[in-house]
């Protein structure tokens, strides 16, 4: 049997975040309430000018002409910064952000800085005029869905970009007020203040300054309290963003990192844990970057503040004990989950595994005997609060399983519910899947991994720690491991029991999901053995005529549990 390998740190680490604003991070506990829901599909729709102009022609020239090219979006954000020659913060730290997000980032260079992990030691500004050049060049031809600004060092460069954003209107703009670096060099003229309260915060979506940014905005006022943050917020809110978030990772007196989110209403306290590590260096770009690749994506704002903070947490504690220079502050790993298992094979980039919470199983048979179409399934499940959804057909025609799973993908995307397909990869090839789930006689992972590349989800039912291993080395993104109860939906099925998915739990590097006979009145028990990556339960589509009765139930059951053990 292969050792117990560490648990995989990104699952359980997600899995904590909640949304509530006075519940956040706890620090041991392994098991996590219900995910809140997934954001909703990418509102970026926009067709790129060739796939327009294409469609323009072919729509009114000959049937010869060759068809549209298909939409592949991508969220566009644009950093207009200044370029940090130690790699760390600045232009590099946005773009390796975005990167990190899936977001593509188009760079408009401000200033050079000579800069390493001991401070600033040289600034070149960029001449105003090739400022706007850089933004017109890229506005006016790349379809730029939210622009970023950092170092902004004199108030006409400010004033430029204020003229290009109405020129050329982005969807978002994400302002992160840079005026002094953590080594304490100044990064923009003092006289920038004005000019960034009056035009450029008018203009903003969101505004992210530090609390010493933050005095600085209001005149050097002293803030030395959560409640000075607030204060600060509801100062700079009336300068006219539409959010404030004044970031209190610098603040001495608390032992967490204390975020305050101000929506011109409400007050939230974002809670983050405090890493101890010197490698801090552009913590404050990657968090505004990683903001702006979530709006970019279509997130609402406080989600897309916390993904952004749960980001720059997660890359600080990877990288807390990286050398990189001899100075104070070093920089630290955005790709980090390049590295991380279980990140390192591909994985689907917006996978979670708090997404295996509540994974519903289509049954044909069941269906017939109902009287009920796949797609009514479906959508009574995600009803009931299914938080993935597997097409499970054995027996239907290849063509009518096309065309219901094609359906089953629109229900699934416009309630951000990730669908996969079983054992069959070129049903999820043809209808556009987000994964397939696959068994010990099926394709292996590895080989739907080639045919489907990385971005899809692949799940793989094992029921020994040897299988869980290989899923591991063939790329997959999770287990399913069971039958953890008999059941009546699969025939010849191995009970496994609590044991055998404790064991398999236990050697898989993978987040693992619960299967076979679980029902409402036992998934509680499942849930129950605290097992570190056991993220969710399965549960075929068979009790009764409205799933929405069963979904409820259960999941009822798993998130009193999940709360239960959380409180112990
Ligand atoms: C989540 C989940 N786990 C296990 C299975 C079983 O897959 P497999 O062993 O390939 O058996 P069939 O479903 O193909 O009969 C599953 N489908 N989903
Ligand atoms: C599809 C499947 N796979 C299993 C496994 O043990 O791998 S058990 C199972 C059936 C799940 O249906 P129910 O919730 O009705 O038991
Ligand atoms: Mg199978």
Redesign the pocket.
Known sequence: MASAPPPPQEAVHSGRRLLSPTLFFSSSSPLRLRPSPPPPPSAHRRRSRYSRLVAASSSSSSSSAPPPPREMPWPHVLTVAGSDSGGGAGIQADIKACAALGAYCSSVVTAVTAQNTAGVQGIHVVPEEFIREQLNSVLSDMSVDVVKTGMLPSIGVVKVLCESLKKFPVKALVVDPVMVSTSGDALSESSTLSVYRDELFAMADIVTPNVKEASRLLGNVSLHTVSDMRSAAESIYKFGPKYVLVKGGDMPESSDAVDVFFDGKEFIELHGRRIKTRNTHGTGCTLASCIASELAKGAKMLHAVQVAKNFVESALHHSKDLIIGNGPQGPFDHLFKLKSPPYNVGSHQNFKPDQLFLYA?TDSGMNKKWGRSIKEAVQAAIEGGATIVQL?EKDSETREFLEAAKACVEICKSSGVPLLINDRVDIALACNADGVHV?QSDMSAREVRELLGPGKIIGV?C?TPAQAQQAWNDGADYI?C??VFP????AN?PTLGFEGLKTVSLASKLPVVA????NASNAGSVIELGLPNLMGV???L?ESQDERVDYAELHVAAEGEFAEAQRL
């Open positions: 199983v499970r068994g039912s029921k399913g069971g039958g059941t009546t939906t699969k099925n299967i076979g006979g679980i399965a549960y075929a068979v």
